[in-house]
């Protein structure tokens, strides 16, 4: 059997649809070679070459001219983080002009809607929904945390005394006009419910999850990216999470922590918040993912968070925030947190 003809180089490497191997000449017949696989009608692709998002995508556009790319993987392109499943999903997501045809591809999931000029913009050659749209699309699909989450990298912003300056993708208040100009979309409560939740300034879809589970837990709200600042420390240190009243902060700890470099840096961070005389919790990622960890057990109308550096509850509590303690708070609604050398005993008394 001889071996089927070269393709042009601009076609050889990447997926491509069938007018596009017209336009250069190539045989149908060609197109139906062993070395091709069909993905979708009149779409082919390298055999055994692999294919990022935007090159999976570019054909179909070329089929459907009209068609944008929008919702998870609009999210995708953006950078928008999404929950595993959703980011691990190989089907794309396009949506055509209401009133145009349905779309019916293998390996596309079709969307008719009316998209105004400004939720439309343009990276490289591909067209797409804007990061607040396709943040609107998903709310449907998302659970309310992993859209506050996506809200929340959405219009963080910081400048710190270290790093690079964060800029938001879409500042809160022009996020807050958008939604508030929208009308008939039935997700739209549950868009205005995660912005409710939506803070500036969070690093990452974690912390995010951790000051949510605080919050459900009926905790005052800590300060997201909580500066610290004392005549005892040289520079000012940067809190995850945190609450001045009572001097405690909350770090969040992923795995990039674990590098020496991270670590180092982790150390004299450390060191200057107790220096400053504030109290600091670390929660890791295991912490964060088990719904039973000690660290996340908020129990509402208890002293105890159990937690502590021992088994035993004697050795729950070993350092009282705000001069306070359980025999002498009965006469505060939220009274106080505890820091345990383990890692963390917030500790709240409701009369």
């Known amino acids: 059997m001889r071996n089927a003809p070269d393709l042009p180089p601009s076609l050889g490497r990447r997926s491509f649809a069938l007018p596009e191997s017209d336009a250069y000449g190539v045989p149908r017949s060609r197109t139906r070679a062993r070395d091709l696989k069909t993905v979708s009608r009149a779409v082919r692709v390298p055999a055994g070459v692999e294919q990022s998002l935007v090159q999976r995508i570019r054909p179909h556009l070329v089929l459907l001219p009209d068609a944008v790319v929008s919702d998870e ?33 293998k390996g596309v999931c079709g969307h008719r809607r009316r998209l105004l000029p400004s939720e439309i913009v343009q990276v ?15 709310a449907g699909r998302m659970d309310l945390d992993d859209l506050v ?3 929340d990298w959405m219009v963080s912003e910081y400048q710190r005394d270290f790093g690079e300056r964060r800029v938001p993708k879409v500042p809160l208040a022009e996020l807050h006009s958008y ?29 995010t999850r951790l000051r949510l589970m605080m919050l459900r837990g009926q905790l005052p709200e800590f300060a997201v990216n909580c500066r610290i600042d004392s005549p005892r420390i040289h520079r000012a240190v940067w809190a995850d999470l ?9 770090e969040y700890d992923g795995l990039h922590h674990l590098t020496p470099e991270q670590q180092a840096l982790d150390n004299e961070r450390d060191a200057l918040t ?3 005389g504030w109290r600091q919790i670390k929660i890791n990622r295991l912490q964060l993912r088990q719904p039973g960890s000690p660290c996340l057990r908020l129990s509402a109308g208890h002293w105890w968070i159990t937690a502590g550096e021992g088994r035993g509850p004697s050795n ?14 009965r006469s505060s609604p939220i009274s106080g947190f505890f820091a345990s050398s383990a890692g963390l005993l917030l500790v709240r008394h409701i009369q």
């Open 73 to 105: 993987t609009a999210a995708r392109l953006h950078g928008i983080p999404l929950p595993p499943h959703m980011e691990t999903d190989d089907v794309l997501h396009l949506t055509r002009p209401a009133g145009s045809a349905a779309i019916d591809r």
């Open 242 to 250: 945190g609450a001045r009243k009572y001097r405690v902060c909350v």
């Open 316 to 329: 729950r509590a070993t350092w009282a925030a705000d001069g306070l303690s359980p025999r002498n708070s």
């Open 124 to 138: 490289g050659s591909i067209r797409l929904t804007s990061v607040v749209r396709a943040w609107m699309d998903m």
């Open 149 to 151: 989450a996506a809200a």
């Open 274 to 276: 107790a220096l400053a």
């Open 179 to 207: 939604v508030a100009a929208l009308r008939g979309n039935r997700f739209l409560r549950r868009a205005e419910e995660a912005l409710e939740l939506t803070r500036v300034g969070v690093d990452s879809p974690p912390e």
